[in-house]
């Protein structure tokens, strides 16, 4: 049974940092790429950043608008993955519904969101 559970958002002040986790288990297939993407109000779900890991070889890739404040990690352990994204210096425009997601050959898997939200 496939599970992806989000955790770690809430609020925060303008600055301030919060890590998000994903543990994403139940895949027959293995996974080899996690995303995060958020959407905010009113706007499109974006793309926030991607990790893949290829046998010993992991690559990431942060979106510009989040770079050098944002940053993707992954951990595994027999079954379950976890993907972080440590967010840092956040910003008002980063208030947003952040999701997991873990693309396979059928379809993607999302999570069920978690709300971060950063005041001034």
């Known amino acids: 049974q496939v599970q992806i559970v989000e955790s770690g958002g809430g609020l925060v002040q303008v600055g301030g940092s919060l890590r998000l986790s994903c543990a994403a288990s139940g895949f027959i297939s293995g996974v080899n790429t996690m995303a995060w993407y958020r959407q905010a109000p009113g706007k499109e779900r974006e793309l926030v950043a991607t990790i893949t890991i290829i046998g010993d070889t992991t690559t990431s890739s942060i979106e510009d608008s989040v770079k050098g404040r944002f940053t993707i990690s992954i951990s595994r352990d027999n079954s379950k993955n976890t993907v972080y994204l440590q967010m840092n210096s956040l910003k008002s425009e980063d208030t947003a519904v952040y999701y997991c997601?873990?693309?396979?050959?059928?379809?993607?898997?999302w999570g069920q969101g978690t709300q971060v939200t950063v005041s001034s």
């Open positions: 997601n873990v693309p396979q050959w059928d379809r993607l898997y």
